[in-house]
């Protein structure tokens, strides 16, 4: 059983910053893509940052030049530190990846619980 574990999350003021970190674990062979994506309350989940193993990365508009995506492929671990927060980055933020569990099986999509991340004065 693969599982994804987000932590990091909290209450933070307009400008301030946080890092959220995620952990995988369990029953892994490979990990291909890692990212985070986000719900604000009353909206679609958007993406908000993908990273490849070799380190390409993809953002989203609305975080671009704020946030950064990274990874630690020994570790199985993906952060995103974000920076310069503003209220409308509120929301329940999701870790994902891509796992193959073993040799004979294919990638699927592993997702975490998620972890909330309040922009407020």
């Known amino acids: 059983q693969v599982q994804l574990v987000e932590s990091g999350g909290g209450l933070v003021q307009p400008g301030g910053s946080l890092r959220l970190s995620c952990v995988a674990s369990?029953?892994?062979?490979?990990?291909?893509?890692m990212g985070w994506y986000r719900q604000a309350p009353g909206k679609q989940r958007e993406l908000v940052a993908t990273?490849?193993?070799?380190?390409?990365?993809s953002y989203g508009d609305s975080v671009k030049g704020r946030f950064t995506i990274s990874r630690d492929n020994a570790k199985n671990t993906v952060f995103l530190q974000m920076n310069s927060l503003k209220p409308e980055d509120t929301g329940v933020y999701y870790c994902?990846?891509?796992?193959?569990?073993?040799?004979?099986?294919?990638?699927?999509?592993?997702w975490g619980q998620g972890t909330l991340v309040t922009v407020s004065s």
């Open positions: 369990g029953s892994i062979f490979s990990i291909n893509v």
């Open positions: 994902y990846a891509n796992i193959r569990a073993s040799t004979n099986l294919s990638y699927r999509e592993v």
């Open positions: 990273i490849t193993p070799g380190g390409s990365t």
